[in-house]
């Protein structure tokens, strides 16, 4: 079965500094990555994804993250975090398959991510 | 391009009661997954469909089910509520069923059951 961590519930960041939000994840062969953000009473938006290639991954409003396969990390990052990043951030992993059961995204419990002025 | 669209957006029901949420995805998306999502449990899978077929499950009761229609809109039904199906049911869709696609997500429908 495959699994996804964000040991951290909150992320304080003050405006400016640059943040991290930690996602491990453990899947059998090569995992396709993603991270979503989600802003409140809305549903979640694609920020980026890992599938093969570059370890280093950009995405959305500046964020990026890297692959690190012996650690099976999956860290999002910015180098100036804005007050507007301030959100719920989700890491979510999808294995190689083989094709059948339940097969869908497995996401993290998600890291809150406060940004203060 | 216009996004995927869910309906309704907040309902209240009642133990017992069954409920039907639409969904209706991306135009020339034709796979649409369902999520649930509760504060205590995440966001958990609740089942894909492609091409009118579901071809993934979640671990979720047989009172959760679902279909999909040609014109790739899709629907989720949940019978017999219990106060624990309380939650916000996001659906997602994306352009083909391979496992590299990102997905794009609805607003969900916000379900309260009393």
């Known amino acids: 079965a495959q699994s996804v961590a964000q040991p951290e519930d909150q992320v304080n960041v003050a405006e400016g500094n640059p943040l991290t939000v930690k996602c491990t994840y453990s899947?059998?062969?090569?995992?396709?990555l993603f991270w979503y953000v989600q802003y409140p009473n809305r549903g979640l938006q694609f920020l980026l994804k890992y599938i093969t290639g570059d370890n280093l991954v950009k995405g959305s409003y500046g964020f990026e993250a890297e692959f690190n396969k012996s650690q099976t990390s999956f860290h999002l990052k910015k180098p100036s975090a804005l007050v507007s990043d301030s959100a719920l951030y989700f890491c979510?992993?999808?294995?190689?398959?083989?094709?059948?059961?339940?097969?869908?995204?497995?996401f993290g419990k998600g890291t809150h991510l406060i940004i203060q002025p | 391009k216009a996004g995927v669209t869910q309906t309704p957006r907040y309902l209240i029901k009642t133990r017992g009661q069954q409920v039907t949420l639409s969904c209706s995805p991306i135009?020339?998306?034709?796979?649409v997954s369902w999520y649930q999502q509760t504060p205590g449990q995440g966001l958990q899978f609740l089942f894909e469909?492609?091409?009118?077929?579901?071809?993934n499950k979640g671990n979720f009761p047989g009172r959760f089910s679902g279909r999909q229609f040609s014109n790739s809109r899709s629907e989720m039904n949940v019978s017999t509520l219990e106060l624990g199906d309380s939650a916000l049911y996001l659906c997602?869709?994306?352009?083909?069923?391979?496992?590299?696609?990102?997905?794009?997500f609805g607003e969900g429908s916000r379900l309260t059951v009393l």
């Open positions: 469909y492609f091409s009118e077929t579901q071809r």
């Open positions: 135009s020339g998306h034709r796979s």
């Open positions: 997602a869709s994306r352009t083909g069923a391979g496992r590299t696609g990102e997905l794009f």
């Open positions: 979510a992993v999808r294995g190689p398959g083989s094709g059948g059961g339940a097969d869908g995204l497995t």
């Open positions: 899947v059998s062969g090569n995992p396709y």
